[in-house]
């Protein structure tokens, strides 16, 4: 079997042939960038956000992190805020119109916080923390509906971490503000992996509608 880092080494020189014929596309683009979209995703290796919504280089500035969560907005330089960066970046000096919050079924990190509500000490260095962001999601899954079977109360969960990620995305005043001037819409996309199809979050309904 061929090794992973060769098989991309060869993917780049496709790309590097194919890319040969669009050599003015390219020289646009190095000139800088002007993303109208920030999206958050997560960094699962199926979930991609320029193949799933087929966008050329230069169409959306993203940022992928665990489970694709936003974190509060939270000034204090105790830790390092990768996604808080990205979002300030892209809001303020990117100027993006649109932010899309991108999780998906069967999210690793939805499945780890599920896992672990019940042991009292983190196993892990960074990932637990990370995940307490999503608490109050598994909270909400499970105050709504009791005795879910693991994959529907997961679900659930990942829904909810949207729903979160949504509201933390509020709390940072530059997307507050732009948001109230309507300069900026921010929607909540689940992906589904098998169904290789995406769900849009309907907030005035409280429901994610397959986007058709
Ligand atoms: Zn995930």
Not at 9 to 26: I, P, T, V
Not at 53 to 58: I, T
Not at 85 to 99: F, G, N, R, S, T
Not at 151 to 162: F, G, I, N
Request: aromatic fraction near 8%.
């Amino acid at each position: 079997m061929e090794d992973a880092f060769t098989k991309l080494l060869k993917g780049y020189r496709s790309f590097r042939e194919n890319s040969a014929l669009r050599k003015e596309f390219f020289h646009d683009l190095h000139l800088g960038q002007n993303p109208q979209t920030l999206v958050i995703s997560c960094c699962d290796s199926r979930v991609v956000p320029n193949i799933i919504m087929q966008a050329e280089p230069g169409e959306m500035f993203i940022t992928r992190n665990i489970a694709g969560l936003v974190p509060p907005y939270d000034t204090s330089h105790t830790s390092y805020h990768a996604t808080s960066a990205a979002i300030e970046y892209a809001v303020l000096h990117l100027k993006v119109k649109h932010i899309i919050i991108m999780g998906h079924k069967g999210c690793g990190g939805i499945a780890a916080l599920i896992e672990r509500q019940n042991k009292e000490h983190s196993h892990t260095d960074f990932i637990d923390k990370w995940m307490e962001i999503a608490k109050p999601a598994l909270a909400a899954a499970e105050s709504s509906y009791k005795n879910l079977p693991s994959e529907q109360k997961a679900e659930l969960c990942e829904r909810e971490a949207l729903k979160i990620s949504i509201k933390n995305l509020l709390t940072f005043p530059c997307v507050a503000q732009a948001a109230a001037e309507k300069k900026l819409q921010i929607h909540a996309m689940m992906f589904d992996i098998k169904e290789f199809s995406l769900s849009l979050y309907d907030p005035a309904k409280d429901v994610f509608e397959l986007i058709k």
